[in-house]
């Protein structure tokens, strides 16, 4: 292991859209679509593009829960 | 919709440590493993316990992406 | 209790602004005004409007303190 | 205006609970009880204790919206 | 000491760059470039411009580690 | 460019304090001292020492500024 984050989600990306300043991406992980908000300048130098395999990645303190 | 984050991943329980002020839950989804550190007070009165269906979620703004 | 998050402020819309992905949102809670970025997918889908009853939720985890 | 961070909200503490690495603070805010989880170390070096007049702090891309 | 995020980093502003809600500033902190991701209205009502000192702030449970 | 996160600070492991569920991990980053809080699973997973080489990785919208 060498990333402190524990969740690393393998998916592809589906959909994505840049505004001024920042870029929203939507990823297809198995049955869930997850969606990402980065800055837009690392989604050009990273040239993400529609069909790109992606890793999404959280830190464990950023996710909630909530009991049905 | 009547929550603006935008990711919401159904899954289960499959493991809950507390610590002093934190507690550690690890929820299956689906092929994956999500991580999640709330608080000791939240894990408590909201009685989690391993099985218990929750829905993990995450702001967009809190995920990030790696390219393979 | 059903989410984990302890912190929600229950309010009303006082302004909203749409930028190309994200959404900045201004919330009256009693005396406090609170500020939201959203993404403006989630407000358009919410169908967010000024006037709107809303709940301001956040983790306790991004609430640091300053010491006056 | 100093701070980018767009949510400050003056309070009191009502309440400081401390693990071995993370504090849970609760803020009591006009009419809402606000809660913190910050490191122990600060808890300590800020000499942090019940009554004393703290401003919580968010900034706004922390902040989640739900509608009722 | 006063705010209870324990990242504080003293810089220079050498790039400011406004979407239509948020902006994108790159500070110099020493040997590196620190990047921020502010509201439009903070970087306006600060008065942010290139060449400006600022201290980046940043919450210790926002970092995450990386093992090379 | 792999990953989005655009803030990567090289530095060295100064100090590591380990509670029940989180570890409190101070990095010395050039003239700066970084600190960051993660899971102590993390922690123990990465087999993180005082003396180690490691990044440490922020998004940059968990990035505030203060102008002096």
Same mark, same amino acid.
């Given at each position: +292991?060498t /990333?402190?984050?524990?969740?690393? /989600?393998?998916? !592809?990306?589906?959909?994505?859209?840049s505004?001024?300043v920042m870029?929203?991406?939507?990823?297809?992980v198995?049955?869930?679509?997850?969606?990402?908000?980065?800055?837009?300048?690392?989604?050009?130098? +990273?040239?993400? !593009?529609?069909?790109?395999a992606?890793v999404?990645i959280? !830190?464990?303190?950023?996710? +909630? /829960?909530? !009991?049905?």
């Amino acid at each position: +292991m060498t /990333l402190s984050a524990r969740n690393k /989600l393998v998916g !592809k990306i589906e959909e994505l859209q840049s505004g001024g300043v920042m870029a929203h991406v939507v990823i297809r992980v198995g049955d869930n679509l997850i969606e990402s908000v980065i800055t837009k300048r690392s989604a050009d130098e +990273m040239k993400l !593009k529609v069909g790109d395999a992606v890793v999404a990645i959280i !830190k464990s303190t950023e996710v +909630m /829960l909530e !009991k049905s």
